[in-house]
């Protein structure tokens, strides 16, 4: 897109087709944002059509709640026009009086695997803007079509999955706090069109959507014409009744196994996978067939130990799943006074004095003073080598799970994170909320 095209006229009011399709997004809008809340409205603008639709209902509601909207827009560094898209997008941007940030993938990119490493970076770098700015929901335009796409490429082999209407952010641990909301999911990149035609802008056709040679674009020249079965947009559901699920300070998660036996066969497999990914600190879930296996062997009701996804479960009544201390790093890495990095994917490390160093404390519980020796025998045995443990130069060792001060500190994100996977956060103004690591009940969606 030139700088011509986009200069090209004023934004104009929709035309009556595309106020129709602003009141279906408004109202899912309604449904999952806060009107009242100050935070910015974060959406990806990628200045293709999809997402240019997105930010006009978008700023049109946002205009309404008072609230501010900004665009975030990734430069892949994949095409060679790529930098004209993104000074395009800003224009835009500009133009629609939103904010607007630019994000570069920078560094090498793969030789192989390259559309699943461009995805990851985009919703990486998406979600650390997006949280920057202090947003908990990041807007993005997906549509039916994506769906549909989606479904064929799983039909033909791959394991992508399938859009939501409302998640949260794949990414861990940047997306961290943060929920994915896309209002046009149940509308055709065709009828989009209703609402961009009057609005006097142009947008972007990125050619990688037409290269047959990867499998998205295979899958939406199928959907493009129209010869692939519908399909419904998976929902974010709650669970109906209370269960037992939930992870501590120290972020073991505790299932009951009667309870989570209960449980539909599908939900079943979702919340073990769910709890064993969020207590393992990793982003990828459990391959199905592994997950299976597990739950058979869960559904004989006898009492045993087993490794999965970098979590380590110990089952008898109550299925107890911590992280596995033999697969973490055990290098002492510097923990910045100020900063508040998350480590080993499970918890937000602080320090108020330079100087410390974060380790598992496998191997120093001895050393630890005789308060928090006595408070770690409350904690799972073979859940204690994989906890935070900060160590100085002096020798100083502190485990802040077990002793929380004004020095170190360290929070949880397990317990949070599972609410998050489990159906339990409904609305923007929830994003965040509980992530002390207190136990709460939550069945996945």
């Known amino acids: 897109m030139s700088r011509a095209a986009v ?3 004023e934004p104009s009011a929709p035309a009556a087709a595309g106020a129709a399709i602003l009141a279906r997004v408004r109202a899912a809008f ?3 944002l806060d009107a009242g809340a100050r935070s910015p409205l974060a959406v990806g603008f990628s200045g293709g059509g999809d997402s240019l639709a997105l930010l006009l209902a978008a700023r049109a509601w946002a205009d309404e709640a008072g609230r501010p909207v900004l665009a975030l827009t990734v430069d892949h560094g994949l095409q060679p026009q790529s930098g004209a898209w ?5 224009e835009i941007a500009r133009r629609l009086g939103v904010g607007f940030r630019a994000l570069g993938w920078t560094g090498p990119k793969p030789s192989a695997g390259l559309p699943a490493a461009a ?3 985009r919703h990486a770098l998406l979600a ?8 908990r929901v990041l807007l993005l335009g997906h549509t039916l079509d994506d769906v549909l796409e989606a479904g064929r490429m799983r039909a033909e082999g791959s394991n992508v999955g399938a859009p939501r209407a409302w998640s949260p952010s794949p990414v861990w641990p940047e997306g961290r706090g943060l929920f994915l909301l896309r209002p046009l999911l149940g509308l055709r990149r065709a009828a989009l069109r209703e609402l961009l035609g009057p609005s006097g802008l142009g947008w972007i056709e990125d050619p990688a959507n ?5 499998a998205r674009a295979r899958a939406r020249e199928g959907a493009r014409r129209g010869d692939g079965e519908a399909v419904p947009i998976p929902a974010y559901r709650p669970e109906p009744g209370p269960l037992a699920a939930g992870a501590d300070a120290a972020g073991v998660v505790r299932l009951e196994r009667a309870a989570l036996l209960a449980l539909p066969p599908d939900d079943r497999r979702r919340l073990l996978a769910a709890a064993l990914v969020c207590a393992g600190g990793g982003e990828r879930l459990p391959r199905s067939a592994s997950a299976q296996r597990l739950l058979a062997v869960i559904e004989t009701g006898a009492p045993f130990t087993a490794t999965l996804a970098g979590a380590r479960i110990a089952a008898g009544p109550e299925i107890l799943i911590a992280r596995d201390a033999g697969r973490i790093d055990p290098a002492p890495r510097p923990l910045p006074a100020g900063d508040v990095p998350v480590w080993d994917g499970r918890f937000e490390l602080s320090a108020a004095e330079p100087g410390w160093r974060a380790r598992p404390l496998g191997g120093l519980a001895a050393r630890l003073d005789p ?3 006595l408070a770690l025998r409350r904690i799972p045995a073979f859940a204690r080598a ?3 443990a900060l160590v100085d130069d002096r020798g100083n060792i502190i485990c802040p799970i077990l002793a929380q001060g004004s020095v170190v500190r360290a929070r949880t994100l397990v317990g949070a994170r599972l609410a998050a996977a489990c159906g339990r956060i409904a609305r923007e103004n929830q994003v965040g909320s509980g992530s002390d690591g207190e136990e709460r009940p939550g069945a996945l969606s």
């Open 7 to 9: 200069l090209a006229a």
């Open 30 to 32: 309604d449904e999952r």
């Open 86 to 90: 993104t000074f395009g997008a800003a």
């Open 119 to 121: 995805r990851r970076a």
């Open 128 to 135: 650390a803007a997006a949280r920057q700015a202090g947003a």
């Open 210 to 214: 037409d290269d047959l040679r990867y």
């Open 371 to 373: 308060e928090a020796r």
């Open 386 to 388: 994989a906890l935070p």
